[in-house]
């Protein structure tokens, strides 16, 4: 059985002639144990996938990390540069989670999302960047494989969405983290230079937990524009499915 939980993050409409060649979806399957240009604490295996292979979070650290485009990383390109070009962007990984225990073994909830990374504009904790929490995960909550997703519907719009945590910079009175200075959604939208799945909340501390979690069929969808929607059974002909 497979649970679908979808959240989405409001935005403005951005078409353009370069979204008419890149209308697709691209799946990393992580088939034969092939990183897909994801690195990460995680083992990437031939088995135990959705199905297939899986990226295997196994071990004890803060949070899990699977990224595409750190430096010197390998990079996926399709989850790489210009959003703002596409009206829309859907991103989506199934998980499962067999076990996510504290330092005495008790079954725990740890939270998990995705951050997008622009280190064009560099603040004083770092590289501008963005991030929006999905589901918390646990081993009650995604004892099967289930499907997060996230879909971005203006890449454009220069104010953060409802739901969504800048950083690279605080605020100096609340020391929350906050976008630095000419910095905005769009800006790191327009140049994401790293995507990440984690549970690194920007703004809070982990404590070690022991993780036994699967990632596998990270994806991301960019849709036909509406001005070429009659154009669309050529443009999907030749899709890649799962």
Known sequence: MQRTRTLAAIA???????????????????????????????????????????????????????????????????????????????????????????????QITRPIGISLIDRDIQGPSGPSGVFFELDPISASAQDDWTTMSLTITDPTQMDLPPGWIGFGDEDPNTFEPIL??????????????????????????????????????????????ATLALLAPMLFAGRRRR
């Open 12 to 106: 403005a409409l951005g078409l353009g002639t370069a979204a008419f060649a890149r209308a697709e979806t691209t799946v990393v399957t992580f088939d034969g144990g092939d990183n897909g240009g994801f690195a990460g604490n995680a083992f990437f295996e031939g088995s135990g996938g959705n199905p297939g292979g899986a990226a295997h979070h196994d071990g004890t650290f803060f949070f899990n990390s699977l990224r595409t485009g750190g430096l010197g990383e390998p990079a996926n390109a399709a989850f790489l540069g210009d959003y703002s070009l596409f009206n829309e962007i859907t991103i989506s990984f199934d998980i499962r989670v067999d076990s996510l225990t504290d330092f005495a073994g008790n």
């Open 180 to 225: 630095p200075s000419g910095a905005s959604f769009a800006s790191v939208l327009s140049s994401v230079d790293e995507f990440q799945i984690t549970g690194g909340v920007p703004g809070f501390f982990f404590t070690n937990a022991n993780f036994d979690v699967f990632i596998d069929n990270i994806a991301i969808t960019v849709p036909a524009p």
